[in-house]
């Protein structure tokens, strides 16, 4: 079975642009997380989407934002990017029923804003 | 709100023998999850071993068991005969029943030395 699939691994942006990353989640897994990563703030939760619903969001500011499609995949879009919002953005997925929360992660999208 | 923290920025082992990355966290909830999660310069974020808060018996996985102190909120990880595969950043996090926010600690680089 495919593990969590993010893309791109990497990207490069300049301040002000605004930038989409892709989440695909294991088969069967309708609940998908993003969490943000930095030296600084450590790992952050940022949203949660099920079933096409933001269920749950983190402390972020309203440029960071999500959906969620029919088939469980997601997208985060960071719009108007600063230089803070470089980081590695790293999405999980759970599976509903059975072993209660655990989230499988991706290997993440690093995104650097010059 | 919950908070996890890891005292030991850095940690190493030679390979073969044990070593304890410490974790203590701090919750309101009876109703809750803690994890180990190991992430290697990938940055694959893999789970190691998972523990509820309302079994008393420890988790083991292996080479890599806990240390479960619910009154004094220590969730410890022991490795034993470690392996240089071993090496990565090893986070440790919790999680309220129902809820999809994992709230990480800092984080503990292990190394493996031959």
């Known amino acids: 079975k495919a593990g969590v699939t993010q893309t791109p691994r990497y990207l490069i942006k300049t301040r002000g642009q605004q930038v989409t990353l892709s989440c695909s989640p294991i088969?069967?897994?309708?609940?998908v997380s993003w969490y943000q990563q930095t030296p600084g703030q450590g790992l952050q939760f940022l949203f949660e989407?099920?079933?096409?619903?933001?269920?749950n969001k983190g402390n972020f500011p309203g440029r960071f934002s999500g959906r969620q499609f029919s088939n469980s995949r997601s997208e985060m879009n960071v719009s108007t990017l600063e230089l803070g919002d470089s980081a590695l953005y790293l999405c999980?997925?759970?599976?509903?029923?059975?072993?209660?929360?655990?989230?499988?992660f991706g290997a993440g999208t690093r995104l650097s804003v010059l | 709100a919950q908070t996890v923290t890891q005292s030991q920025p850095e940690m190493s082992v030679q390979e073969a023998e044990t070593v304890t990355l410490s974790c203590t966290y701090d919750?309101?909830?009876?109703?809750?999850?803690l994890f180990w999660y190991k992430q290697p310069p990938s940055r694959q974020m893999i789970l190691v071993i998972r523990?509820?808060?309302?079994?008393?018996q420890n988790a083991t996985e292996n080479r890599f068991s806990v240390n479960f102190q619910k009154a004094a909120k220590s969730f410890s990880l022991k490795i034993s005969d470690s392996q240089l595969g071993d090496a990565a950043m090893y986070f440790c996090?919790?999680?309220?029943?129902?809820?999809?926010?994992?709230?990480f600690g800092k984080g503990t680089k292990l190394t493996v030395n031959p």
């Open positions: 999980a997925s759970r599976r509903t029923g059975g072993v209660q929360n655990i989230q499988y």
């Open positions: 088969s069967g897994h309708r609940s």
């Open positions: 989407y099920f079933s096409e619903t933001q269920r």
């Open positions: 919750t309101s909830e009876s109703d809750y999850y």
């Open positions: 523990q509820e808060a309302y079994k008393q």
């Open positions: 996090a919790s999680i309220q029943g129902g809820s999809e926010k994992l709230v």
